[in-house]
């Protein structure tokens, strides 16, 4: 008899425990699909600041960092007005970077500078971020800094 006392007193609590489990799942699973509803559509990026994109700018044309146009092109009519209009030799050893901004994602441009064997195991293009299987004789360093990636990937996105 007790016994059957305390089997209906467990049953509710069960009961209840299994509700709010249902609850505690369905909550997840709701705020998980609310997750991915934002992340689904592609909402336009904001627009990178100018400061950034003109520090981008010069990392791409500097020789000592970028030097980007050592292997890629880059019409001087596509670049901010602020910037040296004589761009120098330009190369075109990959391909011109007029209008890059509209081939490729911000994302898949951070990527493609800082390590662009992610997208293209063979390419020739020099990681600039990864130290991932490069050997050289000199002290092993990134050759561009995180921040200095940011700024190269938010120049090239208002490249269109
Ligand atoms: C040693 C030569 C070389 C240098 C230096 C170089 N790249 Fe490249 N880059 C390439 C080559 C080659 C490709 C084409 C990759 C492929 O198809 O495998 C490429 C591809 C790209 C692409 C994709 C272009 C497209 O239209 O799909 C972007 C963006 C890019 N480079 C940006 C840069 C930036 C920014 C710098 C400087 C920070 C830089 N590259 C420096 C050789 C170079």
């Given at each position: 008899m007790k016994r059957r006392m305390t089997g209906s007193v467990h049953a509710p609590t069960h009961r209840w425990v299994t509700r709010k489990f249902t609850s505690a799942c369905l909550g997840a699973w709701l705020l998980h699909s609310m997750l991915h509803a934002q992340t689904l559509p592609r909402t336009p990026e904001p627009a990178p600041s100018a400061a950034l994109v003109e520090a981008g700018f010069k990392t791409i044309l500097d020789r000592q960092l970028g030097n980007c146009l050592t292997c890629h092109a880059l019409s001087a009519?596509?670049?901010?007005?602020?910037?040296?209009?004589?761009?120098?030799q330009q190369g075109n050893?990959?391909?011109?970077?007029?209008?890059v901004g509209t081939r490729h994602s911000p994302a898949a441009l951070l990527q493609w500078v800082t390590d662009a064997r992610k997208i293209?195991?063979?390419?020739?293009?020099?990681?600039?971020g990864s130290l991932e299987g490069v050997h050289q004789?000199?002290?092993?360093?990134?050759?561009?800094?995180p921040e200095q990636l940011q700024a190269v990937a938010a120049a090239l996105s208002t490249l269109r």
């Open positions: 009519a596509n670049h901010p007005q602020h910037l040296p209009k004589a761009l120098g050893f990959g391909p011109s970077l007029d209008g293209k195991p063979d390419t020739l293009m020099p990681p600039y004789p000199n002290a092993a360093r990134p050759l561009l800094e």
